[in-house]
């Protein structure tokens, strides 16, 4: 399985659901662009990037394959949008 080597968050403000996107680096080689933290009635997600094709349906253009690599992939995107979250608030207090 690929290791996640590096996570970066761009937060988005006054965007509605969309809180973030995230960019994902693998084994230090390969990079994904245009995950997003959305929040729902049920707390945070992560969408997979994805393309509309013609009948106007979102296909998902990266995905994991197993319930294990999603996991851990949502982990480490969450994780790290939670924590750049609470640094935000951190600096904001001074």
């Known amino acids: 399985m690929a290791e996640i080597t590096d996570v970066r968050i761009y937060k988005m403000e006054g965007t509605g659901n969309l809180k973030a996107y995230a960019t994902v680096t693998l084994d230090d080689s390969y990079v994904v662009h245009g995950l997003r933290v959305i929040e729902g ?5 992560v969408s997979m990037p994805a393309n509309k094709n013609k009948r106007g349906e979102f296909k998902d253009i990266f995905h994991p394959i197993t319930k294990e690599a999603r996991d851990i992939l949502v982990e480490a995107v969450l994780d790290k949008y939670k924590s750049s979250v609470n640094e935000a ?4 207090a001074f």
């Not at 009635?41 to 997600?45: N, P, S, V």
Request: charged share 35%; glycine share 12%; hydrophobic share 45%.
């Open 89 to 92: 608030d951190l600096e904001s």
């Open 41 to 45: 009635e049920a707390g945070l997600w």
